[in-house]
């Protein structure tokens, strides 16, 4: 699995995401931003864990 994108980034993205009211349903961002999620369950233990911490 490649991951193009580092912890921060990922939290950067989701915070982002959230700020424009973008569904963070797991299902919604696996395919409307594929590498965001791979990259959120290659360093978070699963998407719910990533959202926590992006918005700690």
Request: aromatic share 6%.
């Amino acid at each position: 699995m490649e991951v193009n994108m580092s912890p921060e980034e990922v939290m950067q993205q989701i915070k982002k995401m959230r700020g424009n009211g973008v569904n963070m349903s797991k299902k919604k961002v696996k395919k409307s931003h594929p590498e965001l999620m791979r990259s959120a369950l290659h360093y978070f233990p699963d998407w719910d864990s990533a959202i926590d911490k992006s918005i700690g």
